[in-house]
């Protein structure tokens, strides 16, 4: 059994992650830790998981957390745990960060885009992209991985096939994403009241979103050229899912069968995304699942091609994707613990 | 491995039987079947099943249903699958259904609540009320299962601690009970319009519920002598979940602890059931899984106790009770296939 | 021109205050105060209101207020306004509050059930239960309402032709009530986030919330003798609205239409109480306007009767009450500015 | 008073209207038809209604509406009310139609996009199209407008200005719009039903939906030149709404302030066009009042320009700019009717 710890289980992610660790057979849930909560049992704090896991919350170090596990996983605001992070990986531990701390190549392009130093970057050097479609065979011998953002997983592999052919050009990218409420945390806020997120919508952080670089990253790397993008978060009155709208301009005059079969190739052998030949994802197809539903349409008045790709924040953006690398980095089946299907109600 | 067919697989209950059936390790869907799909792949019409159930639909009768499958759960309304169920029981097959149809011990009872005639008296004697709580061991011996309605499940499981241990006078008993959407089905009607539906609620059928009579019959057979009661459903915006509040006049002036105590004593091995000692259940700490979670205020100041109870009302109102049902009637561990902890969010 | 202020614009009610002043063609908005938002414009925190109202927030004492307005609306938390209204009173101005302070005859009913005390007593003397629909003689000669909370209204008001005819027993009257998440205001609270609020519904303060009292105060007046009774409030996933159910023992065997009959009577008069004669109210009947729906089910077998009443809980539960009676206290129509339908949609 | 009559009075749009008429003071509502619910008060279908608009639906003619009306509304969908129109409009009566029959000035756009033969071409000569901020010279003379749809008038108010100044691309104007459910009408469809439309999202009608004929022929009048677009609907889980976030190339490098005073000077004297300064639109900025709601920001390192434009879809985008253009029509002030602020919550 692999021991596995969460530090900031208490959060939209962490307590995602407690949910899906609860069941998968080959894990154990060694230590859960809360500065909030400390003392309380996970299940007082989302009592969703009484008689599921009814783990007591701990203010857990470094050192207990060497002591007690095989794997951490760290879901807190970025900067907040790199200390921690590098005391484990010093002692030998295996770590999935959910935050931004460790999903860039090049330290600048952080800095940039976070407004902060980052406080241990020779470990930058040895940390892994979690995409795990994207960055299978290093993550499998990685011992820390940056797990990616949620917009960033949906925008990413909705448009790699198409970079990855050539079939498009890299100026005029749009990326029009939406989010459900969950994706902004846990954290209270005038704008996450109720009554002020049903039965409305915003944009916002609108072509500052950090997430942009993340994408840019990714599919430059892909394109072999570098790729600047807009990218405009939404928020949605839905408490799940990323939605995005992808735009780009064909390089010449394909049909929606020469490029469905770009992505057929592309994830040939990827369980988790589903590629959509007659229809169009929506939301409530991927909601409580690991899957990543893409479809498209040739706009061929316009030479454009529209891509949907389609995620649920919490799962494959998250905690769903943090699982799916821990099996990676552990050598299990990689959908271990992550086949259910999902809600759709 | 349980060769197991659902009839009327596409509605919402059918669906979620198909989810969970899915991923229950001593199982495989041998057979779905659907009027209005049949030739489609249940993942055309509910397609966050892709990948996982991709089964096609079948007009199934009897004959096919009997060769392919050792359980059939029929999920169609009350009425049009009694003579399938004939057919099959005869064949030797276990059967679940999931109508009003097989619920009663007393036919007349039945043909005054649902204002027809029964169409197989005689199977009515040997089906069995499938509230597993309640009536374990005759399930486990049972060939026919009328798997219960999602209030009255929440409802006789809220307020049978307090009639079993005489704690409660049976008149003035008072159930306000209140639904998410999809207990009203997939079928299409105005009130059921998303613009009509959300951001309003309402109550219906007040006083004339089906549902009625079949708390009655249960509570009725706890206390050992006739209980006739309120019972008033409302439509609440959201799309899971039976919550029901409860309310009752004390016999003599117990405490909360006294009257929680028969609670934990009622349900002192039911894995399922969940007793709120220091809080009250919300519907989202059920929404997703299996779970009866109950709590209760004793009103001093009126000598009433005030109880809520609230489950999923597709899961443990359902799908999750049908399986509960199959486990025990195939000799499987009663919770296999439904350990999942709920959504939350 | 009545020239109006409201201490506590920014609040849920205040804001609907403001919205329906903006409207009224016999008042101007004369001075809004807020403490937090102080310095700003009223449509910089509510844009909706930009172009509507865009009056600058004070943060205004006593003195300011007496000197710009004819009449104040307190919109603050109980306990809060009442230094600040006993100046107003003084110098002659009329007061409308939204607060539990004013609504009591009695202030041990006030003390035991908010569990502080009473600072202005000698108030409580002068104020009037600004119920318009009950007190209306008394509101216009009075310059101090103690405007009613919006559970109090709905079920007051449900109630009181039943009790008036003597038709129901004063024992076993149960108030099961829903309310929309507006009713808990704008602060900031977990149970409120979108993400934990959507979905899902709660019950909360079970026997124990001080509406109770201000509900047993006036249905006591009305029935001639002291009733208590039960009063469970809920929250469910939608912003605006009061629905109530309740239940009572009838007296002897009425029909429905006798039923009817008095309410018809007891509102024969009231522009704003709509009796349903041939179905029952559902809450988007109501939102967005000063109505209060009521419809009723005989339960025969029983002996009970069922009542549904529902308002909008920030309209005629707050905002619309307070303006019918500042209209009555001005010699206006009862209806000058809250005419319009609600908004079903 | 101006006698007006609604066809088609019991959809969204047209109840709508009724409600913008029961309050609007020089109107008085003459006639109401609907072919589904003739004999019926219009207060049955629509009980918010109830004490406002009592009005017995009829199954109306041209000749009974040419009577009764001095103006009607035709609220049904394309294709429907043509032969009505034209009878009504040879006697002399003033029509706005709410469907796309009579927003074109080419016959053939209209008959591509529609995939039908218009039945009445002759009055696409005389019809005006009834943009209110961009046509309202031509509005006031005319007996015949084509009420704009809900996502034209969103994404052409929110591009105009860049347009006329010449400050944007042509080429790569991209539109992703956002729409509340209620757009879809009332009809009923399984996408509609509340459990497959809450906590969800889609694309729908990528790269097909006619409205993007209508924008692109009122973009390109105010251009000077044709231009195409890309226009993809979504449909988002609230009832009311239109959000457009719209993409544009610069032809230089301007600054979010430049651009703001194209849009300051363009809508200088319209009333219900609020322009954002320091913040963007949100959905519940506008919902249940007439204002067009528009902010921008700027994308230096791309050199894009990013607008969000926020509509009520039911109010601006169809009754109420219908009332707007009946005031134009009749000499009325143009916000009669329609000064009332929008809900908020």
């Known amino acids: ?40 049992k996970m299940s007082e704090v989302y009592p969703s998981l009484r008689g599921v896991c009814d783990v007591v919350l701990e203010e857990a170090d470094a050192e207990t957390a060497a002591q007690k596990c095989d794997v951490v996983f760290t879901a807190l605001p970025h900067g907040v745990s790199n200390e921690v992070i590098s005391a484990l990986y010093e002692k030998g531990l295996k770590v999935i960060d959910l935050s931004g701390d460790f999903r860039y190549n090049d330290i600048e392009t952080y800095e940039k885009w976070y407004q902060v130093k980052h406080s241990c970057p020779e470990l930058l050097k040895v940390s892994v992209y979690g995409l795990c479609e994207l960055h299978r065979e290093e993550i499998k011998k990685a011992r820390l991985v940056g797990n990616p953002g949620c917009y960033t997983t949906c925008s990413i592999l909705g448009l790699a096939p198409l970079l990855k052919n050539n079939a498009i050009e890299t100026k005029n990218i749009i990326i029009d994403a939406k989010s459900g409420v969950s994706g902004a945390g846990r954290g209270l806020g005038q704008a996450y009241h109720f009554c002020e997120c049903t039965e409305t919508m915003k944009a916002y952080k609108v072509a500052t979103h950090r997430h942009t670089s993340e994408i840019e990253q990714e599919l430059s790397l892909i394109a072999g050229e570098e790729i600047t993008l807009s990218f405009t978060p939404h928020l949605v009155p839905m408490k799940r899912g990323i939605f995005a709208t992808e735009y780009a301009n064909l390089k010449k005059p394909y049909t929606k069968e020469e490029l469905l079969k770009m992505y057929h190739d592309f994830y040939q052998n990827e369980k988790f995304v589903r590629i959509y030949d007659n229809a169009l994802p929506e939301n409530n197809h991927v909601t409580g699942s690991n899957f990543v539903d893409i479809g498209l349409t040739v706009d061929e008045r316009l030479g454009r091609v529209i891509v949907i790709s389609n995620i649920d924040n919490l799962i494959k953006g998250a905690a769903g994707q943090a699982v799916q690398n821990m099996n990676l980095m552990f050598g299990l089946p990689e959908d271990e613990g992550l086949c259910g299907a999902g809600y759709y109600l």
Chains 1, 2, 3, 4 share one sequence.
Request: hydrophobic share 50%.
């Open 1 to 40: 059994m692999i021991r596995a710890g969460v530090l900031g289980a208490t959060g939209y992610a962490g307590a995602e992650l407690v949910r899906l660790l609860a069941s998968h057979k080959d894990t154990e849930i060694a230590m859960l830790a809360s500065k909030t909560y400390a003392g309380q």
